[in-house]
């Protein structure tokens, strides 16, 4: 399988999971903020800090559309006035790149028209990620694979024929690395709709590192996904739900970005390999397995019985496997209680 390298850190079936905390608008308009949010990701361990590239003009054009799903976050907002409370001022992801560079945390961005891509290119971004509402801009991912660089995209609201399109396309520009994210673009996802099953589906099918993009609340469907393959994980990220964010609601706080981290490396380290018998690491713990001991003084030349016999640890007589055959045995000597029984104790 693939393995590649984004800035420093490697990326790969046998590496333990890149954990990318992605800022997205909830630095609320506030450079400040943004940086104290950088500096929250990697106090918490986070490998890469990710921001999103556009403006308001970029993405959409103003009264085009309004939110109309009541089920939606966003419910009400018009499209444009939404882009334009969420984007990130481009003249911040230089100092916000730099701060993350500081605490040797990987930095990027997804962005979203070919100009962010140009802008981009003028920091040096490593990688670039994109969103699942840009799969099928074509000139964007034409764009970005004629970089040279990794490019990570999430999969939501795609087809088969969408994301193999993509992956074309990225290829035949001269993409080195891919990546796929299982992503559901629902905002917040549940559980019931991150079918994580897919991720080994995407790694097997287009012969990358497969990962998630996971808008869940909390961070079980993210350590499952370790299990399952996922090798990037990526969360939005905020310092408190509580202050508000355009995404602060299925967001990540410090303390929560910091169990998951933990835990997903943990799920990594626990896959180990096929194994069955007994490890080195177990060999001292065979002495408090079951044995047959003697439960009562016996006599030379008595029967061997249920009554003077007893299964119990630690391992230092005969294997209970034995039972049925030592019972009804003379002793070949007086044995006293609290004795492992041995094979030189029958005749």
Not at 33 to 46: K, Q
Not at 275 to 302: C, H, N, T, W
Request: proline share 6%.
């Amino acid at each position: 399988m693939t393995t590649f390298r984004i800035a420093h850190l490697p990326i790969g079936q046998q590496y333990p999971p890149f954990v990318i905390a992605e800022m997205s608008g909830n630095h609320n308009q506030s450079l400040d903020r943004a940086l104290a949010i950088v500096d929250a990701a990697a106090a918490a361990g986070a490998h890469a800090l990710k921001l999103q590239t556009y403006t308001a003009d970029t993405i959409t054009m103003k009264g085009v559309h309004r939110i109309e799903d009541p089920n939606s976050l966003w419910y009400g907002k018009e499209l444009h006035d939404l882009y334009r409370l969420a984007y990130t001022p481009w003249e911040w992801h230089a100092p916000i790149f730099e701060r993350a560079r500081q605490h040797g945390m990987v930095a990027f961005s997804t962005p979203f028209d070919e100009t962010a891509v140009d802008f981009l290119e003028t920091l040096d971004v490593p990688a670039y990620k994109i969103a699942s509402f840009e799969n099928t801009h074509l000139p964007l991912l034409r764009r970005v694979a004629q970089t040279g660089k990794p490019v990570i995209v999430s999969t939501g609201v795609a087809t088969l024929a969408d994301i193999a399109e993509a992956v074309d396309v990225l290829r035949q520009n001269g993409c080195p690395h891919i990546a796929l994210l299982k992503c559901t673009s629902t905002y917040p996802a549940s559980p019931e709709n991150s079918n994580i099953k897919t991720i080994p589906y995407l790694s097997d099918i287009h012969q990358c590192v497969a990962g998630i993009s996971d808008h869940t609340m909390g961070i079980g469907v993210s350590i499952a996904a370790v299990a399952l393959g996922a090798r990037i994980i990526e969360k939005h990220f905020c310092l408190s739900r509580a202050e508000g964010g355009v995404d602060s609601a299925f967001s990540l706080e410090p303390h929560e970005l910091k169990d998951l981290i933990n835990e997903t490396e943990r799920a990594f380290w626990s896959l180990g390999t096929v194994q069955m018998g007994i490890q080195p690491a177990e060999q001292a713990s065979l002495a408090y397995k079951r044995s047959i001991f003697v439960a009562q003084d016996i006599a030379e030349g008595e029967l061997l019985s249920p009554q003077n016999l007893q299964i119990i640890r630690p391992a230092d007589g005969l294997a209970p496997r034995y039972w049925d055959l030592v019972l009804g045995k003379p002793a070949r000597k007086n044995l006293q209680r609290g004795m492992p029984l041995r094979w030189d104790d029958l005749l």
